[in-house]
């Protein structure tokens, strides 16, 4: 299976919670930036602009369990930065795991090997480590070594019995056969699965080597294609959204983002202000505005933060959607 039972389950009960209870708008995943600190300097990252003032703040370990009790969603994706710097991040981790949250930690793998021996696998539990590209190109856009670190932490993380996935960013340059390569490789290596994102430009992170939505549609063509012979655990109806294939509209409150200045409005991507409380954000941000795409901001993306819970708050209003994410979700 694509997606473990445990998160369909804890997915399909709270989706039917909130149909009950009739809710308009409910998150799906937490963004928790733990930092924005990194020890990396990637090319493209936006955070390192946008947060350089306070880049080397840190939300409290009570600070991150307090955005998990006011966010309901099952899902928490810890990031960063790199949120292993932080050195509280096993407490972390283990106290969302305890309320049985589903948690992905985003890492870049170098300080993984050691992280892990403060760590437990659990079913609750997933690392998902960056990878680029194979060793040229991701050691270009990371820093050199970085790759190889990387690779020995999926490893070492894989042998002391964590699940592990990869998520890999596709830019102006890349190309289809490194991609078939790289995916053949981490099978090998015996990943849970592979997400791939489209290199978009936003908001402080313009750089030419990212995509507009013209090069996306050309790119995810294949990617497509590829996610039947691979486990690529981006759904088939985003990709078909990725090709130009589907419409779909934003869903900007299903990934909201809580860090070190607060709860991010608009979105994980753009920034108007932060909020104090998870509550004040859904309350006073004009999700209309963007949900329509009507922010200039907007106007090229197509990233999974958006779209994603879109294809999972719509994806059984047709039998043929019902058909294919059920064949993918059991391949």
């Given at each position: 299976?694509?997606?473990?039972?445990?998160?369909?389950?804890?997915?399909?009960?709270?989706?039917?919670?909130?149909?009950?209870?009739?809710?308009?708008?409910?998150?799906?995943?937490?963004?928790?930036?733990?930092?924005?600190?990194?020890?990396?300097?990637?090319?493209?990252?936006?955070?390192?602009?946008?947060y350089?003032?306070?880049?080397?703040?840190?939300?409290?370990?009570?600070?991150?369990?307090?955005?998990?009790?006011?966010?309901?969603?099952?899902?928490?994706t810890?990031?960063?930065?790199?949120?292993?710097?932080?050195?509280?991040?096993?407490?972390?981790?283990?106290?969302?795991?305890?309320?049985?949250?589903?948690?992905?930690?985003?890492?870049?793998?170098?300080?993984?090997?050691?992280?892990?021996?403060?760590?437990?696998p659990?079913?609750?539990?997933?690392?998902?480590?960056?990878?680029?590209?194979?060793?040229?190109?991701?050691?270009?856009?990371?820093?050199?070594?970085?790759?190889e670190?990387?690779?020995?932490?999926?490893?070492?993380?894989?042998?002391?019995?964590?699940?592990?996935?990869?998520?890999?960013?596709?830019?102006?340059?890349?190309?289809?056969?490194?991609i078939?390569?790289?995916?053949?490789?981490?099978?090998?290596?015996?990943?849970?699965?592979?997400?791939?994102?489209?290199?978009?430009?936003?908001?402080?992170?313009?750089?030419?080597?990212?995509?507009?939505?013209?090069?996306?549609?050309?790119?995810?063509?294949?990617?497509?294609?590829?996610?039947?012979?691979?486990?690529?655990?981006?759904?088939?109806?985003?990709?078909?959204?990725?090709?130009?294939?589907?419409?779909?509209?934003?869903?900007?409150?299903?990934?909201?983002?809580?860090?070190?200045?607060?709860?991010?409005?608009?979105?994980?991507?753009?920034?108007?202000?932060?909020?104090?409380?998870?509550?004040?954000?859904?309350?006073?941000t004009?999700?209309?505005?963007?949900?329509?795409?009507?922010?200039?901001?907007?106007e090229?993306?197509?990233?999974?933060?958006?779209?994603?819970?879109?294809?999972?708050?719509?994806?059984?209003?047709?039998?043929?959607?019902?058909?294919?994410?059920?064949?993918?979700?059991?391949?």
């Amino acid at each position: 299976m694509r997606v473990s039972l445990s998160l369909s389950s804890s997915l399909t009960k709270y989706l039917l919670k909130n149909k009950i209870l009739s809710r308009a708008r409910f998150p799906l995943v937490l963004m928790l930036e733990v930092t924005h600190q990194c020890n990396l300097a990637c090319e493209g990252c936006g955070r390192i602009h946008e947060y350089k003032e306070t880049m080397r703040e840190m939300l409290r370990t009570e600070e991150c369990i307090q955005a998990v009790d006011e966010c309901p969603a099952p899902v928490v994706t810890v990031t960063g930065g790199e949120p292993l710097i932080h050195p509280e991040i096993d407490k972390i981790i283990n106290a969302i795991v305890n309320k049985k949250r589903h948690v992905y930690l985003c890492t870049n793998g170098i300080l993984l090997p050691d992280a892990i021996k403060k760590l437990k696998p659990s079913k609750y539990f997933n690392i998902n480590v960056h990878i680029d590209g194979l060793a040229s190109t991701h050691n270009a856009i990371a820093g050199k070594g970085v790759f190889e670190r990387a690779i020995h932490a999926i490893q070492a993380a894989k042998r002391a019995g964590f699940k592990v996935c990869t998520n890999t960013t596709i830019y102006k340059n890349t190309s289809e056969k490194e991609i078939d390569e790289l995916f053949s490789f981490l099978e090998g290596l015996g990943v849970d699965g592979m997400l791939v994102s489209p290199g978009f430009s936003f908001e402080h992170n313009e750089n030419e080597v990212f995509l507009c939505r013209n090069e996306i549609q050309e790119r995810f063509g294949f990617i497509y294609g590829i996610s039947k012979k691979y486990k690529i655990l981006n759904s088939p109806l985003y990709l078909k959204f990725l090709k130009g294939e589907r419409s779909l509209k934003c869903t900007p409150w299903g990934n909201p983002t809580r860090n070190y200045l607060g709860w991010k409005s608009p979105c994980y991507l753009i920034t108007d202000t932060h909020y104090k409380t998870f509550d004040e954000c859904m309350e006073n941000t004009d999700w209309e505005k963007y949900q329509e795409g009507k922010d200039p901001r907007c106007e090229n993306c197509m990233m999974h933060c958006g779209f994603e819970p879109t294809v999972v708050l719509e994806g059984g209003k047709r039998i043929s959607d019902i058909i294919e994410m059920t064949k993918w979700s059991f391949s």
